[in-house]
């Protein structure tokens, strides 16, 4: 059985992983016929996001690693211990997070540094020409991770394409159903909840890039 290695990012849109697109993307690898093992840094987020007001929390502190075992119901570990000779792909759903505690691209923009241990196991990946899907706007990692003009989507915001343009990657405008597929790289990204209005739009995009992620390990 194939497996699949899935960082998050923390718990919730606004601060961490967005949960809706984990769970359909842990959701596919096993309906696809992989198993995954979940993975975050070991480390405070950011910040802390109020989800109903939609307020920062002031003087509130959270750990990526911690908030991420949430979703994982407690299977996880720090992306450290992340061997990618154990794996045969790499699935990083969306979510905020991905762009403020896996990198820095919510902040930073064209400037965008990765957090170290998750640029070691992202780039381990790609060097090891084995194929990964990074949703929302997680190709925001992937653009500093692949470089090259490497061909992804975060779906058709254009302030967030240009700045994936500058971070070395070609960005790709793409319906929320569909996938950006870069065969060279072996990289597959979907807009998800960059652009889906509801569930049902979200789980087609992932459950293809899912799918054709898991067909070319």
């Known amino acids: 059985m ?64 911690v908030e991420s075992a949430r979703i994982a119901r407690g299977e996880i570990k720090p992306v450290t211990e992340l061997n990618v000779d154990e794996f045969d792909a790499l699935i990083v759903p969306g979510g905020f997070g991905a762009a403020k505690n896996l990198c820095t691209f919510a902040t930073d923009g064209a400037d965008s540094q990765l957090d170290s241990d998750v640029a070691a196991a992202c780039k381990a990946f790609a060097k ?26 975060i779906g058709t915001d254009e302030s967030t394409a240009q700045g994936i343009n500058a ?21 597959v990204t979907t807009p998800a909840y960059m652009l889906a209005q509801d569930i049902l739009e979200a789980h087609a995009g992932i459950n293809k890039m899912v799918q054709t992620v898991i067909g070319m390990a």
Do not use: W
């Open 167 to 187: 971070l070395g990657a070609q960005h790709v405008s793409c319906p929320v159903e569909e996938i950006i597929i870069d065969s060279e790289a072996k990289l």
């Open 2 to 65: 194939k497996k699949v290695a899935v960082i998050l990012s923390g718990c919730g849109v606004f601060d961490g992983a967005e949960i809706h697109e984990t769970v359909l993307a842990l959701l596919a690898i096993r309906q696809h016929g992989a198993e995954y093992q979940c993975f975050a840094p070991d480390k405070a987020q950011l910040h802390v996001i109020n989800h109903l007001s939609g307020a920062e929390e002031s003087g509130q502190s959270r750990n990526v690693l």
């Open 128 to 153: 090891c020409g084995k194929p990964a899907g990074y949703a929302c706007i997680a190709p925001a990692l992937a653009a500093s991770v692949y470089g090259n003009n490497v061909k992804m989507t």
